[in-house]
């Protein structure tokens, strides 16, 4: 095999949207091109043994956030076992500040930005000549229409078990200082009949899970409400094999043909991801994230009342400007709005976001590894800081996970964020662990304090309930008087 296309995922189900799109657009190059995807854990000899075994003479590689450091590590083995191997590197994380990292120093070229047409035209002169004078090459952006489709590409192993990442347009219009998508300063749509066509074709070969990589879906609402009647048409003709869609949309923008359309959705069919990331105007101002606060919550709260959709919403913590007690006040307005999921992130300095430029004025300290997390603001000093990353742990372990749905309410009262804390503070005194927590110790644990300051019957009632709905993979009640865990749970995630 001449040319290998590879990454290291961060989880097997995650198939590479982009590995498949520069495979598509191979041209005359595609037979002699092949996927190799591997997920993140894996020893880099064992990846290196397995990419060599196809004795390739180019391997590209899509490095981001997730993988950066064991990309390093494989391209750094490759280079001594196998140097005359050409290493192209491409994706996100080496699309900006190119020169000053390690894996960019061990590569051959890199393309930055879009790789659609260059990473093809660079093998091209690499193997046929002339040597390309550049290491780094600027990635060509062609209209959408000149991009052929990759959804044929999807394998049949891939439709039954990955989820399927489609997107209908690129881009995002917004200028959210501390997003990637903030570079773009438009979106781009992709051929609509093209791309519903390929959906067609990927729903008759039974896939049944697809997840829209689209930064803002709901932007172009002709076009969202075309993509919605296609699943609402398959799922009125196969009712009893539905298909299911994921959406990142932005909040504040929902018109009644959109919301007419998601009422028809039925439960566990719809999944919309939405970013408020912050309730407070002034930190909204700093990182330029035009956001209507009113029109946002009242559209979460009609998706919670009058929808069947999941609602997952995004906030993070750590953005210049927020103090604790702004964050804790955006946490409790989101927590009553009734979304099912809340994300919550700590800040990411990804490389080549314009957020950099508050780093002096507003202190800001962040991890020099990846993925580069903030560990201090002016605002929040460096012990908060670690008090919300374990708080944001606890947070997915009990709420987000959906085990504890009869018990977090006693959790959280009227203040969700100091219960939480409080909680979460408490748990990491008696554990001095965010990982590896058995699920039947951690609802022990919860009972425990909870025990504390409510009534025995009350907790142990909705720790009974939680277990009633998950049994056998939970227990939760724990006797009084000595702490014993009456019956043993399973331990694994939903
Ligand atoms: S956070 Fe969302 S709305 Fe803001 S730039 Fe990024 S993708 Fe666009």
């Not at 142990?460 to 993979?473: F, H, S, V």
Request: net charge negative.
């Amino acid at each position: 095999m001449t040319i290998l296309l590879s990454t290291l995922n961060a989880r097997y189900t995650h198939a590479s949207l982009g590995l498949r799109y520069l495979l598509a657009n191979m041209g005359d190059l595609q037979p002699a091109t092949r996927l190799m995807e591997f997920v993140i854990g894996a020893k880099p000899a064992d990846l290196a043994e397995r990419l060599l075994a196809h004795e390739p003479r180019i391997i590209g590689f899509g490095v981001y956030i997730w993988n950066v450091e064991e990309t390093t590590r494989l391209v750094a083995l490759l280079k001594r076992v196998a140097p005359e191997v050409v290493i192209v590197l491409g994706g996100p994380e080496v699309s900006h500040e190119t020169g000053e990292q390690d894996i960019t120093r061990l590569a051959d070229y890199v393309v930055t930005g879009w790789g659609d047409v260059t990473f093809p035209a660079l093998c091209r002169q690499i193997l046929h000549g002339p040597k390309p004078l550049m290491k780094v090459h600027a990635g060509v952006q062609p209209p959408l229409q000149d991009i052929v489709l990759p959804y044929h590409l999807y394998d049949d192993d891939d439709i039954a078990h990955r989820t399927l990442y489609v997107e209908a347009s690129r881009g995002c219009p917004f200028k959210c200082e501390f997003c990637l998508s903030a570079l773009d300063k438009t979106a781009w749509p992709f051929d609509l009949d093209a791309f519903l066509g390929a959906l067609e074709s990927l729903h008759a070969r039974g896939a049944r899970l697809f997840k829209f990589v689209d930064r803002t879906f709901n932007l172009n609402v002709k076009a969202s409400l075309r993509i919605m009647q296609f699943f609402l048409d398959k799922l009125e003709a196969h009712p009893d094999d539905p298909v299911h869609a994921h959406f990142e949309v932005v909040p504040d923008h929902l018109p009644e043909a959109l919301k007419a359309a998601i009422m028809r959705f039925p439960q566990g069919t719809l999944q919309f991801e939405i970013g408020i990331q912050s309730f407070n105007p002034e930190v909204q101002a700093m990182v330029s994230r035009r956001q209507d606060n009113e029109k946002a919550a009242d559209n979460i709260r009609w998706l919670h009342q009058h929808s069947r959709a999941h609602l997952h919403v995004d906030l993070i913590a750590g953005l210049p400007g927020e103090d604790l007690d702004s964050f804790a006040r955006g946490f409790d307005k989101l927590v009553g709005l009734g979304p099912h999921e809340i994300q919550f992130g700590i800040l990411k300095r990804l490389r080549g976001t314009p957020i950099i430029r508050h780093t002096e004025a507003c202190g800001m300290v962040f991890d020099p590894a990846p993925p580069y997390a903030i560990l201090a603001t002016d605002r929040i000093d460096f012990g908060t800081m670690q008090r919300l990353v374990r708080f944001a742990r606890y947070w997915d372990l009990v709420a987000n996970s959906g085990r504890f749905a009869n018990t977090l309410p006693l959790i959280l009262g009227d203040a969700p964020f100091a219960n939480f804390m409080a909680l979460s503070d408490w748990l990491y005194r008696r554990t001095d662990a965010t990982h590896r927590i058995a699920l039947d110790k951690l609802a022990a644990l919860v009972g425990e304090w909870l025990r504390q300051t409510h009534d025995e019957e009350a907790v142990n009632a909705a720790l009974d309930g939680d277990y009633a709905t998950q049994a056998p993979r939970l227990h939760v009640r724990q006797k009084a008087s000595d702490g014993a865990i009456r019956r043993q749970a399973q331990h694994g995630r939903r």
